[in-house]
């Protein structure tokens, strides 16, 4: 899979039979919708967390393609703190990507527990 940043072949890491795709150069990550629910091991809470990001139209950030349809993602706001964090989310619902950082700073404005499967899972894939 090509990533939509620095275009990149990106590589597949696998813990728990979660299967994160990963680009190395620029340390971004996508998450099929199926990773998704894998991830937070929850159908409901996968969907609800996609139907709660909001689309947001005014924004600077460059629109990126969709790594499986290649159609331009949608940025799409992430709870309601501020600064907002902007992801990229495919319109037809094939995943999200989350530049370097992102992913982690949603799980820390989530203020998920330190054992939750979900940290645990990414402490292991990028440790420090």
Not at 4 to 18: Q, R, T, Y
Not at 51 to 71: A, D, G, M, V
């Amino acid at each position: 899979m090509e990533c939509p940043v620095c275009k990149n072949a990106m590589i597949v890491l696998e813990l728990a039979e979660v299967e994160i795709d990963y680009c190395t150069d620029c340390g971004g990550i996508w998450l099929d919708a199926g990773e998704l629910e894998l991830l937070l091991g929850d159908s409901q809470q996968a969907k609800q967390l996609l139907n709660c990001l909001k689309i947001h139209s005014n924004y600077t950030e460059k629109r990126r393609k969709c790594p499986i349809c290649l159609k331009k993602m949608q940025k799409a706001v992430v709870g309601t703190s501020t600064p907002p964090l902007l992801i990229d989310k495919c319109g037809r619902g094939d995943g999200l990507w989350f530049d370097r950082g992102e992913l982690q700073d949603i799980l820390d404005r989530a203020e998920l527990d330190k054992d939750s499967k979900i940290q645990k899972l990414l402490a292991d894939i990028f440790p420090g």
